[in-house]
């Protein structure tokens, strides 16, 4: 069975996509932990980040470092932060998220009714900041 996030990178379920490549996708987290959380996702099903390709690996960083600019210009904070758990679901993925100390990577505080409105603004904000920075892969609002 597909994962939650390929299906979303289907269209099978909605999602606030702000980067689309041939490699991956970043969309907002729907449970953020700070505004501005993303989550850095391969097209690629693999379950755990150390069995990814080296290039695929390699293309998420990349990725990753441009969405943590983009977040760092759009959102203010302390540092922009990056976490690579595995455990919510079996897809690699890596959360970039604005942060303002460490208490912020703890998944007990994730908004777990986050208001759509305010998702949909995080996406936009995001997806004007990297095209700001000539990212053409920044999704379109």
Known sequence: ?????????????PGRIVWD????VVMVDIRPLHVGHCLV?????????????EATATHLMTVARHVGRAQRAAFP???IGMLVAG????????HVMPTD???????????PSARADALDEVAERLRAALRAQGHGSAVAG
């Open 1 to 13: 069975m597909a994962s939650i996030f390929s299906r979303i990178i289907a269209g099978e379920i």
């Open 21 to 24: 490549d041939d490699v991956c």
């Open 41 to 53: 996702i391969p097209r690629a099903e693999v379950d755990h980040w150390v069995d990814l390709d």
């Open 77 to 79: 904070c302390e540092r």
């Open 87 to 94: 455990y919510e679901v079996p897809h690699t993925h890596i």
């Open 101 to 111: 100390s460490m208490a912020d990577f703890d998944f007990r505080h994730a908004d």
